[in-house]
Nanobody, 123 residues
Framework: QVQLVESGGGSVQAGGSLSLSCAAAHSWVCMAWFRQAPGKEREAVASIRRSTGGTYFADSVKGRFNISQENAKKTLYLQMNSLRPEDTAMYYC???????????????????WGQGTQVTVSS
């Protein structure tokens, strides 16, 4: 069963903006965006906790990207501004329902993943 579906990827020039969406069938304790470029490890970009709205951003995107939820927290967004060529990657939506308080959304191992949407930034 497909529970997370990303959309909004595309090609933009450096300095431009792009907004990604992730549609879910229900809300999750934690939701996050990851990305993976060819030849590189998968990287956590941003995360958000349903109960508090608390967010995490990777140092590489801090100040440029924003993560948010709408529609009873069943839709996840990633607003990407001031894009750079190094932001080029496949972007994945992830979700998890582990309620353990010591498991931070920023560092936990996610259990559910979307299919991904490609983001390409040209110089």
């Amino acid at each position: 069963q497909v529970q997370l579906v990303e959309s909004g990827g595309g090609s933009v020039q450096a300095g431009g903006s792009l907004s990604l969406s992730c549609a879910a069938a229900h809300s999750w304790v934690c939701m996050a965006w990851f990305r993976q470029a060819p030849g590189k490890e998968r990287e956590a970009v941003a995360s958000i906790r349903r109960s508090t709205g608390g967010t995490y951003f990777a140092d590489s995107v801090k100040g440029r990207f924003n993560i948010s939820q709408e529609n009873a927290k069943k839709t996840l967004y990633l607003q990407m501004n001031s894009l750079r060529p190094e932001d080029t990657a496949m972007y994945y939506c992830a979700a998890d329902d582990d309620r353990s308080l010591f498991r931070r959304c920023a560092t936990r191992q996610y259990t559910h993943w979307g299919q991904g949407t490609q983001v390409t930034v040209s110089s």
